[in-house]
């Protein structure tokens, strides 16, 4: 059974930075996609950025509008963890995040992707 476990989550000054991790078990990561998501109180979810990972190694992630330029995904497939760095941050980032996996995406990219696993979340807090 393939689970996903966030951690990395914490309270940060605007401005600060943190870096979110997602362990994948159950599952050796080969071909996927990877999605953060991220939903603030009273607030719909939103799709923060994925990751869409090749059997040959290359990597090709996409951001949200909100966060292009301050955020980054990464993964270290060795160790089965997907990462999002996360800098400049700001009080409209606090959240809930989470990460989500398709496992076996449609496509080559993860406009089609049925995020079937997802971590039970992290809690981001940024304070002005």
């Known amino acids: 059974q393939v689970q996903l476990v966030e951690s990395g989550g914490g309270s940060v000054e605007a401005g600060g930075s943190l870096r979110l991790s997602c362990v994948v078990s159950?599952?050796?990561?080969?071909?996927?996609?990877m999605g953060w998501f991220r939903q603030g109180t009273g607030k719909e979810r939103e799709r923060v950025g994925t990751?869409?990972?090749?059997?040959?190694?290359?990597?090709?992630?996409q951001y949200a509008d909100s966060v292009k330029g301050r955020f980054s995904i990464s993964r270290d497939n060795a160790k089965n963890t997907v990462y999002l760095e996360m800098n400049n941050l700001k009080p409209e980032d606090t959240g809930m995040y989470y990460c989500?996996?398709?496992?076996?995406?449609?496509?080559?990219?993860?406009?089609?992707?049925?995020?079937?696993?997802w971590g039970q979340g992290t809690q981001v807090t940024v304070s002005s």
């Open positions: 990751i869409y990972s090749t059997n040959g190694g290359a990597a090709y992630p």
């Open positions: 989500a996996a398709d496992l076996m995406p449609p496509g080559i990219t993860c406009g089609s992707a049925a995020w079937s696993s």
């Open positions: 159950g599952h050796r990561l080969g071909r996927y996609c």
